[in-house]
């Protein structure tokens, strides 16, 4: 329930403020209280996930696409999550969200946990955006996003990824061939 009363949270103010640019960073400050927690004395995994896709439904409705009708559902392919440091209870932390990368198919997102100044975890998303079944390229939701906001996005076919999803995509293809 807590989960739901702050993704509410995020999608009141990203309406209360003006519409930014799907590739804009967003940052989102959080507190960890004691239903957060799971056996340990800190925030667990599962939870963190959950808060990785509150920074990216804020980043959606920011943007004004959720609602825009161009694509039904977003679908995670792949999530990992390193830990650096614990976070513990009841302590603030910022988390930011931003997109890293996008190629034909998939969008790729980093999220970044901080107590303070100091960086605690670092998340990696992938992610589909799917309408009627079917994937929507990124390259069409991000024209779209320049459409409604003005954002200057850049089209060209040659789109690098990031060096960091690079990595993390052969770590993946790596782990299947060992399958």
Same mark, same amino acid.
């Given at each position: ?7 509410? /949270? ?65 679908? /995670? ?58 994937? /929507? ?43």
């Amino acid at each position: 329930m807590n989960l739901f009363f702050r993704m509410l /949270i995020i999608i009141f103010s990203a309406r209360k403020q003006d519409a930014v640019a799907l590739v804009d960073k967003r940052s989102d400050r959080f507190r960890v209280w004691l239903h957060d927690l799971g056996w340990r004395d800190h925030l667990p995994n599962y939870r963190v996930f959950s808060f990785m896709e509150l920074g990216r439904f804020g980043i959606w409705h920011g943007s004004r696409l959720a609602l825009s009708g161009r694509y039904s559902l977003r679908m /995670i392919a792949a999530q990992d999550f390193i830990y650096l440091k614990p976070i513990r209870p009841f302590q603030a932390f910022t988390m930011t969200t931003e997109i890293l990368s996008w190629d034909e198919k998939y969008f790729y997102y980093q999220h970044q946990f901080f107590c303070g100044k100091k960086l605690v975890a670092i998340g990696l998303v992938k992610e589909i955006n799917l309408k009627s079944g079917k994937a /929507i390229t990124p390259l069409s939701l991000l024209t779209a996003d320049s459409e409604l906001n003005g954002a200057v996005i850049d089209s060209s076919d040659d789109k690098t990824l990031h060096p960091v999803v690079e990595k993390w995509l052969a770590m993946q293809q790596a782990i299947k061939d060992n399958s």
